[in-house]
């Protein structure tokens, strides 16, 4: 590198970036309720102490509802949408699409609270459906953006010869397209399920009284008590988003490599 | 021609693809047992009027009737068709074996006899022992053969391909012209050809059809099209065709009178009488091997015109000569075979050139 400055500040701005998460396995394993330096010593007790918290365990639940449910309805708008926008043309397409990626950039507070001022006008409860209905929303544009890559990379012939050989529409997309972007697919799904399980603002806003994981990690921090607690459990949810991550980026890699085309770019 | 004669047959059959016009009215048969070939540059229609054939593509108006029956109503998974595509689409999260057999999943034989089956159709292609290889690890060569065993497992009444060789380089693609031409006559099924490549149309096809802008030019044997193409447009397409400007003195019912320019006087037999002249007015068209160069004690032909050499090509086996021949306004080329003891001749020689009515063909 020709100029030490930039090589610094490189340095700087991943420290900047990723040094608070490794802090958070540092104060998790810590025997002290005080999240400071210096460390006083090492205990696996906040671990246990976060185990036995029952509005943990309520919220942890709901979160996993929600982040599957999310994971497969959006994984499944996002097939549908995917494989229209790749295999047809229509009129009104980009409009469509465009109104289908268009939360990835509108700021999700005004999206939320839209969302609320709708649903307490037509009286429907807030509940965990409610905050399903606004990650669904929040999580499709992801399915749509990583399955229309899985399409795009498959040769239309492919499907033309299967049904040459005397498949069907239908079973041609059993036996054909879908093993082809299954690897897109669980992709889709590992990353819906990551995004809804860390949202924070629909779920705070569309929730009610029903907590998540994020609204109650929130609600946490209030009793300096529990933080070492919630550092435990932020370790955990660390080395779970990660691991989704590491996998849904395999199945994607994986997926290119058996279409036979060339990576053009994920999300890791 | 009676139904046994046919195989496939358009009855002008027309296709628009909004306001474009991609096929008008093409009309002909294709005889059972062929190897027929669709031939044209790229956008005149040859691999729509194919996919007519396969189903993938409706057409707008007049049918296409495969072994005497209207396909209109029936879609390309129940046709008696199968295709090899450009891609050659081998499945690639399946097996060698798996691919080739991907069409027999319905077939109610023992899966013991399946199995023969795929083995039987691997060999036949040279791919024998390739059944377990994965299909995505094939190169180009080896998955256009899998293609093709895939295909003539069912045992179709016409083969459709897609420009298969345009994929492989020049060594292998004539290695696999040859190899289809012989499993061709082994198993005697209708090959349906499409290609942009004029030679290969003539090394495999039994009859060809020379297609431009949605209709076909001339349909007829290789040898037809080469010696007596109908129009300039075919001529140019298929080889190399020398042209010179004709005037039309006099005609019979058998022949025609003209005077070509650098040739004078010719009597042309009606068989060799084309249309399909373009705004230059009559030409008549001759193909370089058709003049030679005469030699002393090289033996006389019907007619002879002297000409200067101005151009030479030398290919090792043969000779390229651009002559202009006296009299005319450009030269045109001439090829001559590389003989033991003749020397190749330099720019700007007087030479002899011989010809004969017979090899020539007028178009007006």
Known sequence: ?268 | MSAKDTMIEFRDVHKYYGDYHALRGITGTIRPGEFFSLLGPSGCGKTTLLRTIAGFEDISSGAVLIDGRDMAAVPANKRPTNMVFQSYAIFPHLSVAQNVGFGLRKDPRSSAEKEKAVAEALEMVGLKGYGGRAAHALSGGQRQRVALARALILKPKVLLLDEPLSALDKKMREQMQVELIRLQRQVGITFILVTHDQEEALVMSDRIAVMFEGEIAQLAEPETLYRRPNSRKVADFIGTMNFLKAKVLEETDTAVEIDAQGFGRIHIERSQVMGGATAEGPTVGFRPETMTILYEGSPATDRESMATIEEVVYFGDMTYYDVRIDGTDHPVRISMRNVFGRPVLDIGTKARIGWSPGALVLFR
């Open chain 1, 1 to 268: 590198m020709r100029f030490p400055a930039f090589k610094t500040y490189a340095i700087a701005y991943l420290l900047f970036l990723y040094a608070p998460i490794a802090l958070l396995p540092l104060f998790a394993f810590n025997d002290s309720k005080v999240i400071a330096f210096p460390l006083s010593g090492f205990t696996t007790g906040w671990f246990s102490v976060m185990w036995e918290d029952q509005n943990l365990w309520t919220a942890a639940k709901n979160s996993l509802i929600i982040s599957t449910t999310v994971a497969c309805c959006a994984t499944l708008l996002g097939l549908f949408a995917a494989r229209a926008s790749t295999r047809f043309k229509f009129a009104g397409m980009g409009g469509a699409l465009g109104l289908i990626m268009l939360p990835l950039v509108l700021p999700e507070m005004i999206v939320a609270m839209a969302m609320l001022a709708v649903l307490l006008a037509i009286g429907m409860p807030l509940s965990i459906f409610t905050i399903i209905l606004g990650h669904v929303l929040l999580c499709t544009p992801f399915a749509v953006a990583i399955l229309t890559s899985a399409f795009q990379s498959l040769d239309r012939s492919l499907e033309e010869a299967a049904q040459d050989l005397g498949e069907t529409p239908l079973s041609t997309f059993w036996l054909i397209i879908l093993p082809l972007v299954m690897p897109g697919i669980i992709s889709s799904l590992l990353i819906c399920f990551t995004i809804s399980l860390d949202e924070f603002i629909m779920a705070y806003f569309l929730g009610g009284n029903e907590p998540v994981l994020s609204t109650y990690i929130y609600g946490q921090f209030r009793f300096p008590a529990r933080v070492p607690a919630i550092m435990a459990l932020g370790t955990i949810l660390v080395c779970l988003s990660i691991t989704l991550l590491a996998i849904a980026e395999y199945f994607r890699r994986r997926g290119i490599a058996k279409s036979g085309g060339t990576d053009t770019g994920g999300f890791l």
